[in-house]
């Protein structure tokens, strides 16, 4: 297995989980940057890492270097830095590898996950994966597996496009889970009534396609049930969302047939 | 542990699981009936209980009947049933109660899932169960955890809301899942990278409620990523779908603040 010497800039929620679980899988993570050196020194200790707030004190010597700050911080960083010949990586979902340009040897190493304080970095993380030249997407690639199972490689454009489905399938499914949350409050009755029902669905999907798994009463066109519930939600704006996402399931169905 | 004497009418896919749980959980399915003579046959060979075409024959012998057929059907049958004692059920979410009050014993018996043939009916269903007298109610308790760890009171205007909140929280997740398939199926991107991000996204809610697990641009009201979303979108549909439940969330992250 490969063990990387390897720079970190930033001490983030990303950043925090990416140097922990390398540094467990073996890799040695030699500085920890940030602009405050105490969030730097509180994970640089955690790594056995030397903790520093000043990218003078870089030392260009890791093979693998991770930029890993907030999206609009990392051109700053950059306009920083020194050229040098190691791996030069970014992890955000949103920015195009190009940005990285100026160093001969570059790439992206996204983790596809949203990340919360607590949570330990799961092997079962895809990482989205991109480089400059094969051997660098090679290097990345061994690097990627000696922390997750599933490693894609994709394109900029691709990890852009993953990150607007992600939007949908996600952030969107979550507030789907919001409406049901009011819904069900209202009307005093738990929401652990419909906890088993939000893993079966998602559950589904693990073995086969959305577009089969779909059931309901807009993917029967019952018009009779649509519109029962469209007459049981007081709420206009809910009632809108309803009207609104049954015509798109109808629409689907539609299409297919 | 109860063990009642069951009569059950239906044999379609809650029919069959229901019978199958219950039979062995140790109850005794004493005849199935449906209008389907095979079909009768099939169900009542694997619950050891004699198969029936024609309700002349029910023996109204059940300490228990569970009517278990179509919504649409429900009437039809009721019209066709003697007067009887014991407790006579049905397991339709959005049917009232009201509809069995010729029994003097009556009451809902409603396991909340979407089920599909195959799949066994898990221990983790939940029963949202009604009664018009205490000891049914007791006794449909009784049966509803010999066979499932989850049972819920509820009545029939519960019940109704409950079937609202799944339509969103399962049917809609569902479609957004489908919106990530084609976004990313458009760029050639396996939908195995965005499971574990669908799995994460139903695990949260299983300890915080949905409103504190949101995350993404409109949570943030980050206006920008959200135009970038607007702009990458070339399906009409999906881009109106995109503004409009983005509005939902900012507006839901606003009235909170």
Same mark, same amino acid.
């Given at each position: 297995?490969?063990?990387?010497?390897?720079?970190?800039?930033?001490?983030?929620?990303?950043?925090?989980?990416?140097?922990?679980?390398?540094?467990?899988?073996?890799?040695?993570?030699?500085?920890?940057?940030?602009?405050?050196?105490?969030?730097?020194?509180?994970?640089?200790?955690?790594?056995?890492?030397?903790?520093? @707030?000043?990218?003078?004190?870089?030392?260009?010597?890791?093979?693998?270097?991770?930029?890993?700050v907030?999206? @609009?911080?990392?051109?700053?960083?950059?306009?920083?830095?020194?050229?040098?010949?190691?791996?030069?990586?970014?992890?955000?979902?949103?920015?195009?590898?190009?940005?990285?340009?100026?160093?001969?040897?570059?790439?992206?190493?996204?983790?596809?996950?949203?990340?919360?304080?607590?949570?330990?970095?799961?092997?079962?993380?895809?990482?989205?994966?991109?480089?400059?030249?094969?051997?660098?997407?090679?290097?990345?690639?061994?690097v990627a597996y000696?922390?997750?199972?599933?490693?894609?490689?994709?394109?900029?454009?691709?990890?852009?496009?993953s990150?607007?489905?992600?939007?949908?399938?996600?952030?969107?499914?979550?507030?789907?889970?919001?409406?049901?949350?009011?819904?069900?409050?209202e009307n005093?009755?738990?929401?652990?009534?419909?906890?088993?029902l939000?893993?079966?669905?998602?559950?589904?999907?693990?073995?086969?396609?959305?577009?089969?798994?779909?059931?309901?009463?807009?993917?029967?066109? @019952?018009?009779?049930?649509?519109n029962?519930?469209?007459?049981?939600?007081?709420?206009?704006?809910?009632?809108?969302?309803?009207s609104?996402?049954?015509?798109?399931?109808?629409?689907?169905?539609?299409?297919?047939?």
């Amino acid at each position: 297995m490969v063990k990387l010497k390897i720079g970190l800039i930033g001490s983030g929620n990303v950043a925090s989980h990416l140097a922990e679980k390398l540094f467990k899988s073996g890799h040695c993570i030699s500085q920890v940057y940030s602009r405050n050196i105490s969030n730097a020194k509180k994970l640089a200790d955690r790594v056995n890492a030397e903790a520093i @707030d000043d990218l003078q004190q870089l030392n260009y010597q890791s093979e693998l270097l991770i930029i890993s700050v907030k999206d @609009d911080a990392i051109q700053t960083v950059l306009d920083r830095l020194e050229k040098t010949e190691g791996l030069v990586v970014h992890t955000a979902g949103s920015i195009s590898m190009q940005i990285l340009n100026k160093f001969s040897n570059h790439g992206v190493f996204y983790p596809f996950q949203t990340f919360t304080k607590d949570v330990v970095l799961k092997n079962t993380v895809p990482f989205c994966i991109e480089a400059n030249r094969e051997e660098n997407l090679s290097l990345l690639k061994k690097v990627a597996y000696s922390i997750s199972e599933l490693v894609f490689e994709m394109n900029s454009e691709q990890r852009k496009k993953s990150h607007l489905a992600a939007v949908f399938a996600c952030n969107f499914s979550n507030h789907m889970y919001y409406i049901a949350q009011q819904i069900l409050c209202e009307n005093h009755i738990s929401f652990d009534v419909i906890k088993p029902l939000i893993n079966e669905t998602a559950n589904k999907v693990m073995s086969i396609m959305p577009d089969e798994a779909q059931t309901g009463p807009a993917s029967r066109n @019952d018009q009779t049930i649509i519109n029962n519930h469209l007459a049981e939600l007081n709420n206009e704006h809910f009632k809108k969302l309803y009207s609104f996402v049954s015509a798109s399931i109808v629409e689907q169905k539609f299409k297919k047939e």
